[in-house]
């Protein structure tokens, strides 16, 4: 199983820090008026990625990995950055976007991963 690159720092990810999480519920609604609501599929962890002022080798490895992981539709391990735990069955949602050169002459990156039910 492949695991998401690190920076040259060692870090996964860089600050603003976003996660969220997401699940659907169902309601149904009593006789008396009142509902009962249970959860119908499994809570799932999503995290947007901003990587800014990327080397050049950094830049280069992250969109392989997004490139190669979105033509497979692979799942791959992420290591939440908030807590270090490991997440096994993650993919990227979306794409990376922002592929751009900022005034420091360096890269700059953003994309989505979500966590997947088997």
């Known amino acids: 199983m492949s695991t998401l ?8 990810q860089q600050y603003p820090y976003t996660c969220g999480i997401a699940g659907r519920t169902r309601a149904f609604r009593l006789a008396d008026g009142s509902e009962q609501r249970y959860l119908e599929s499994a809570q799932r962890k999503s995290w947007s990625i901003r ?3 990327l080397q050049e080798s950094e830049r280069a490895a992250f969109l392989d990995f997004a490139k190669s992981a979105i033509q497979t539709q692979s799942i791959f391990a992420f290591t939440d950055p908030a807590d270090g735990t490991v997440y096994p069955t993650c993919r990227i949602a979306i794409a990376p976007i922002g592929d751009r050169i900022d005034g420091l002459a360096r890269a700059a990156l953003e994309f989505m991963i979500s966590e997947v039910t088997t």
């Open 51 to 53: 990587l800014t002022l």
């Open 5 to 12: 690159p690190v920076l040259s720092t060692g870090a996964v």
